[in-house]
């Protein structure tokens, strides 16, 4: 069992920067892919950056060059940094941890971003 906790949302302006951090519980994390979603009123849930459990990551397109996702096994969190915010990035951004051979999936509880014009 993985328990997740999203810290660091908030109200910015366009340009802004904002950090996000994703805490998880259990001696296993390491052996977890983990990555940063999110979900804009209205819209389906994507996927904004994740990371391998080798440390491979993938961003989508909207962000690339802009956020940056990394890993600390040793303190067992994750990180998101968002720079040159938009106002399109404003939505709810959760934290996912995945074992996809074990079918097993965590998220967090979200923290919500908000960027204004």
């Known amino acids: 069992q993985v328990q997740l906790v999203e810290s660091g949302g908030g109200l910015v302006q366009a340009g802004d920067s904002l950090r996000l951090s994703c805490a998880a519980s259990?001696?296993?994390?390491?052996?977890?892919?983990v990555g940063w979603y999110r979900q804009a009123p209205g819209k389906e849930r994507e996927p904004v950056a994740t990371v391998s459990n080798s440390g491979s990551t993938y961003y989508a397109d909207s962000v690339k060059g802009r956020f940056t996702i990394s890993r600390d096994n040793a303190k067992n969190t994750v990180s998101l940094q968002m720079n040159s915010l938009k106002p399109e990035d404003t939505a709810v951004y959760y934290c996912k941890a995945s074992r996809t051979i074990f079918q097993l999936y965590y998220w967090g509880q979200g923290t919500q971003v908000t960027v204004s014009s």
């Open positions: 259990g001696p296993t994390f390491s052996w977890y892919d």
